[in-house]
Structure formats: C-alpha cells, structure tokens
C-alpha cells in the first residue's frame, strides 16, 4: 500500500495543507528517539524537496541536538479528517538559530515577518523520499482549534524570561547532547 515520491507535487503539498499537525523524529545512533508534535501553522513547504518549521521554546530541544549530532529527520502527516493517508518526508534536517541573516531572511519571506514570541529556531527539512501509506489505522478526530497555552506561557515569561528557560532547558538534550542553541 505504500508509495514512494522523490518530491511533493501539488496532490500531495495540497494534502499536506489540509492537515493540523504534524509529528517530527530524530535520533542519533546513541540517543533516545523523539517524537514531537507541531502545529501546521508553522510549517511552509518551500520546494519539492525542502519544508522548514518555525519552532517554538518547549520543555527540551532535542531536534536541535539530533541535527546538530546526526541530521537525520522525518515529518509525519497523518489525516484525522477526511480520506485516510499518512505522509512522512525523510531527510536531512538542520536547524537555523535566531542570531542568523538566513533566519531573519526565512522569516521575511515564508513568515510576513512575524516571530511570534517564544520563536527559538528554523528547522530546515531537505528530504529526498516522500512516502505515503494508506493510514486505515488512524482514527477520525475533529479539529477544534489551537491551544492558546503556548502562546500565553511565553507572554507570561517574557523575552528575558524565555531567554532564561532556554539556556536552563534548551542548551542540552535528555541524553546530555548540546544543541548549539548558544555557540557562539
């Protein structure tokens, strides 16, 4: 039941708009494996072969010690609503920090601009397989809508606050890998 692509075409991009999460995995040959949910609003799909994700301050930064050490990264899609399908984009991720003229650059061009509060990195997806399968197992759920909770736990921080959680929180992986948040 699986089909392999070696890119989106518009049949699958157009998929891919229609979804409100997405899951993304990384490990390194030593490490735990993670998988994170992300909210679509925050993906762009920037070539056949390349998405980049806004990321936001969380609990860890495990993605970003996975690329820094390996590079290895999947996305997942999974339809909740509608006909059944899972999507998954496998590559080799990067992550491009704040501090940098190509994230400013990406944020012009793919975001208006706009960084919301808590914006930690780009994460940049150059994948050479697409595969999709049928997703008969995924249960039907219905999208009720985003959850505020991020965006008010950052209000409430504050940017020296935010600062503060990441170099706490964000600077190594649960496995003690850095990230490169703070190099340089």
């Given at each position: 039941?699986?089909k392999?692509?070696?890119?989106?075409?518009?049949?699958?991009?157009?998929?891919?708009?229609?979804?409100?999460?997405?899951?993304?995995?990384?490990?390194?040959?030593?490490?735990?494996?993670?998988v994170?949910?992300?909210?679509?609003?925050?993906?762009?799909?920037?070539?056949?072969?390349?998405?980049?994700?806004?990321?936001?301050?969380?609990?860890g930064?495990?993605?970003?010690?996975?690329?820094?050490?390996?590079?290895?990264l999947?996305?997942?899609?999974?339809?909740?609503?509608?006909?059944p399908?899972?999507?998954?984009?496998?590559?080799?991720?990067?992550?491009?920090?704040?501090?940098?003229?190509e994230?400013?650059?990406?944020?012009?061009?793919?975001?208006?601009?706009?960084?919301?509060?808590?914006?930690?990195?780009?994460?940049?997806?150059?994948?050479?397989?697409?595969?999709?399968?049928?997703?008969?197992?995924?249960?039907?759920f219905?999208?009720?809508?985003?959850?505020?909770?991020?965006?008010?736990?950052?209000?409430?921080k504050?940017?020296?606050?935010?600062?503060?959680?990441?170099?706490?929180?964000?600077?190594?992986?649960?496995?003690?890998?850095?990230?490169?948040?703070?190099?340089?």
């Amino acid at each position: 039941m699986a089909k392999q692509f070696s890119n989106v075409d518009d049949r699958l991009r157009d998929f891919i708009a229609r979804q409100h999460i997405f899951f993304t995995a990384s490990a390194t040959s030593e490490s735990r494996v993670n998988v994170s949910p992300r909210e679509t609003l925050c993906l762009r799909i920037i070539s056949a072969n390349t998405a980049i994700y806004l990321d936001r301050t969380g609990s860890g930064n495990e993605t970003s010690a996975h690329m820094k050490a390996d590079g290895r990264l999947t996305i997942m899609f999974c339809a909740v609503e509608g006909p059944p399908m899972i999507l998954r984009l496998y590559g080799r991720g990067r992550i491009i920090h704040r501090s940098t003229q190509e994230y400013r650059e990406l944020l012009n061009d793919y975001y208006a601009g706009e960084e919301p509060l808590g914006a930690r990195q780009i994460v940049r997806l150059d994948f050479d397989l697409v595969q999709t399968s049928c997703g008969f197992g995924v249960p039907l759920f219905s999208y009720e809508g985003e959850r505020p909770s991020l965006d008010q736990w950052a209000k409430a921080k504050g940017p020296d606050g935010i600062e503060e959680y990441r170099r706490e929180k964000n600077s190594f992986s649960m496995d003690g890998l850095p990230t490169g948040m703070f190099d340089g």
